[in-house]
């Protein structure tokens, strides 16, 4: 199972305050007992008093007090610690960072940086022996101690923390994103230029400038034309360049699945001028870089990849408001460009490059720069090894969403340092990236700026302009190779393969809702899974559970109230078409929910053993209670809800609607319903199993409701094992299935994946 290892939080300590004693010092002398002298003399005790009574009081009327003015005061107050907190720089302070390293007096112009796991591969040797460049490795916590290769530098965990760098508190020991230290230190030791490279690919010929734009100014620029994508399509957020590049059956690491299956060539081409192609994305033949579902589905056993792109089709860039992956093994980076090599560190390894690369574009913009992508420039090798799919887990749920974000942002800063660290504290907020990544991009520029780093000089944005119409005189015709795809284990037949095509089409209709997922099992060994799961399908996947657990972002929720918790979620989503809760004792077999109407209520009111009504005459003592607290809810509902609740319960009738709600869901259109009707709850303690039919029969008449639930399969009594004879991949959903295992999380994809075979892909 390709899953990170997370380990397990610490229980919070307690903090003890120790008494402090009265004041010691005993008085020898009698006192007067007059009144007024005793009085001025304990003046400062009595204040101390009653201040302190006062305080106490204060505090036992807020906690009492039913005026809600006072308590959503207060509340407001305490949301507000829970924000993102902005960092605050003083620009101007910022010191340089004395280079204390041996090589504090060695200057390079061209640098070539890699990270390195393992002794010097035969294409890290051929790297260094490139012309004019100096190989920079970084090592990690899984390099060999003694690494070593004649013509690098190497710079090891402990030389690494030596330097000086803010940025070195953020990084993990075992990742290639400790590169970033790299980026500094090649900056501190004079780089103009920096090649993001690997380990495993050879640059062809041995010579970059023959493929990259190594100089834009000076005797050795190339002053020419780029072929540039049209902007004709305003909507257009996104290209695939393999298809230029003559192979439209690929598609790079960190494309939108959604798009995968646009595989048309350019009707007409423009033109830019060159100059500016700051960031330039070369092109890797042999394996190219592609995700895992291409890695997966495209590969016919274990033959090695050897996929070969158009090597004479001319390099092309990318105009303003359309983007296209990059990556961090084949990317050329010019001085300018420099503030974009920052690598994410809060987001799941296989994600951070291309997250960092839609973010550097948006912001290259602002400098009136540009991305060039380059025909083949480097051979990368096969070596047949399995793609870690758990760890592009945040390329396949958020990149859609993040495109159209990116493009649509703007910012009134006017020094570019100010702009990035808006956009990373802003992308915090929407959910691309955590606070980790506000902190380490404060952390990120404070340290460019300590190795002297200058920054680069804003232009106006050329998105705000009226854009020119293209004349039949600027429309330019380049059409691609289609290049034999031999390799790919498919037939070339102008479409995706079916498993594809599926996994796009459940993109298109759940993409935009939010899955609220309950954990009752172990979250430590759950929670990666159901992500990795459900993620694939859905904008995002909220998980709770009845202990917070802040390693994997887990927040705490109690499954007895939890519908008091799912407004705030709502809150936090403005942009989502609907929010679907799940139970993690219930299975969701997506691809049965297709026909489902996105604009309804969906619940298992037509499932007998799920939903009931239950007579409280002469019922348990607790149902009663549910019931009376129900009436007290239905008596202040405004009219619409009461009649609509009505229509189902009688107000003469002794019954009570209940549901086990183990999976329900609610659209966008109902969401300012739900949070009045929580809020007419307010402190009652209403079970989650009578809240939500209460709450459903309030929005809605229940004819109303989509019944693509009705036909789950829902057992009340289950079997202590989970058994393959109680699933089936022919209805929406299952209940009950237990998962508190990774090993019962196999056992459940392995079955699952009737109805999905990517699934296998998991396990």
């Known amino acids: 199972m390709l899953v990170q290892d997370r380990s397990t939080p610490k229980s919070p300590k307690s903090h003890i ?161 400790r590169k970033n230290v790299g980026y500094l230190f090649a900056i501190q030791h004079g780089a103009q230029k920096i090649f993001d490279a690997d380990d495993r690919g050879d640059v062809i010929d041995n010579d970059l400038g023959k493929h990259f734009d190594v100089e834009l100014i000076g005797e050795g620029a190339r002053q020419e034309i780029i072929l540039q994508y049209s902007h004709e399509d305003p909507n257009r957020t996104i290209v695939n360049p393999y298809i230029h590049f003559g192979q439209r059956s690929v598609w790079p690491r960190g494309l ?39 890695y997966f589905t495209r590969k016919p056993g274990l033959e090695a990849f ?39 560190v809060s987001v799941s390894t296989m994600a951070s490059d291309v997250l960092r690369g839609y973010w550097a574009q948006r912001l290259l913009w602002e400098l009136g720069g540009y991305v060039v992508v380059y025909p083949p420039t480097v051979h990368r090798y096969d070596r047949i090894e399995s793609y870690p799919f758990s760890e592009e887990k945040d390329l396949h749920v958020n990149v859609g969403r993040l495109l159209k974000f990116l493009v649509s942002w703007r910012s009134s800063k006017h020094r570019l340092f100010e702009k990035i660290l808006e956009l990373s504290y802003v992308m915090a907020e929407e959910g691309f990236w955590t606070e980790k ?46 290049l034999p795809s031999v390799h790919l284990g498919v037939e070339e037949t102008g479409t995706v393969n079916n498993e594809i095509g599926n996994l796009i089409r459940w993109r298109k209709s759940f993409g ?38 802040a390693d994997l972002v887990v927040e705490e929720g109690h499954l007895d109230f939890i519908y008091k918790q799912l407004p705030n979620i ?60 129900v009436k007290k809810v239905v008596s202040m509902m405004p009219v619409h809800f009461q009649v609509s609740y009505k229509e189902t319960i009688s107000s003469d009738q002794q019954l009570l609607a209940v549901c086990s709600s183990d999976v329900f869901y609610i659209p966008r259109q109902f969401i300012a319903d739900f949070a009045d009707l929580v809020n007419l709850v307010d402190n009652l303690e209403i079970h989650h199993k009578v809240a939500i039919p209460m709450f459903f029969l309030s929005m809605d008449s229940p004819q109303n409701y989509d019944s693509v639930l009705s ?36 056992k459940l994809i392995r079955i699952m994946a009737a109805g999905d075979p990517l699934l296998l892909e998991l396990v």
């Open 17 to 177: 305050r120790a008494l402090h004693s009265l004041h010691p010092h005993r008085f020898s002398q009698p006192k007067n007992l007059d009144f007024s002298t005793w009085f001025s003399e304990n003046l400062y005790k009595i204040v101390t008093i009653s201040l302190l009574i006062v305080t106490v009081a204060a505090l036992c009327f807020l906690r009492n007090v039913s005026d809600t003015a006072v308590l959503v005061s207060y509340e407001t107050k305490v949301k507000s610690l829970e924000k993102i907190e902005f960092p605050q720089i003083n620009w101007n302070s910022v010191t340089l960072v004395s280079d204390k390293s041996p090589y504090a007096n060695f200057r390079s112009e061209r640098w070539i940086i890699v990270s390195v796991s393992n002794y010097p591969t035969e294409s890290l040797r051929k790297l260094v022996k490139i012309k004019g460049c100096q190989v920079l490795a970084i090592g990690n916590s899984k390099t060999p101690s003694d690494w070593s290769l004649k013509g690098a530098i190497f710079l090891s965990l402990e030389q690494q923390a030596n330097l000086g760098f803010r940025v070195v508190d953020h990084l993990p020991y075992d990742s290639f994103v």
């Open 256 to 294: 939108p699945l959604e798009n995968v299956g646009d595989i048309g060539r350019e009707e007409f081409y423009t033109e830019v001028f060159g100059g500016k192609q700051f960031i330039q994305q070369g092109i890797s033949n042999g394996l190219p870089d592609v995700d895992s579902v291409f």
């Open 306 to 344: 050897d996929i070969r792109f158009d090597q004479h089709a001319p390099k092309v860039a990318l105009p303003q408001g359309t983007m296209v992956p990059l990556n961090s093994f084949n990317t050329f980076f010019h001085s300018s460009a420099f503030w974009g090599l920052m690598l994410p």
């Open 437 to 482: 990544d506000v902190k380490f991009t404060a952390a990120w520029l404070q340290d460019l700026l300590a190795v002297g780093y200058q920054q680069p000089r804003l232009m106006s944005l050329e998105l705000d302009r009226p854009r020119a119409s293209i004349g039949h005189g600027d429309r330019k015709e380049f059409i691609p190779q289609k």
């Open 512 to 549: 935009n809702v939010v899955l609220i997922m309950y954990c009752s099992g172990p979250v430590e060994r759950t929670a990666l899974e159901w992500r990795l799961l459900y993620g694939r399908i859905f904008r995002t996947v909220v998980v709770l559970s009845e202990q917070k657990n």
């Open 570 to 629: 709502f809150s936090r989503f403005t942009s989502a078409e609907g929010f679907l809760f799940l139970q993690d004792n219930t299975i969701l077999n997506y691809w049965n929910l297709l026909q489902a109407d996105m604009s309804k209520l969906w619940i298992t009111n037509k499932v007998s053993k799920s939903w009931s009504t239950v007579s409280t005459s002469g019922n348990s003592d607790w149902f009663s209670k549910q019931a009376d607290m």
């Open 711 to 746: 036909r789950m399969i829902y057992e009340e009594n289950p079997s202590s094992t989970n058994s393959t004879t109680s699933y089936s991949d022919q209805v929406p959903a299952v209940h009950p299935w237990n998962v508190s295992s990774e090993q019962e999380f196999i």
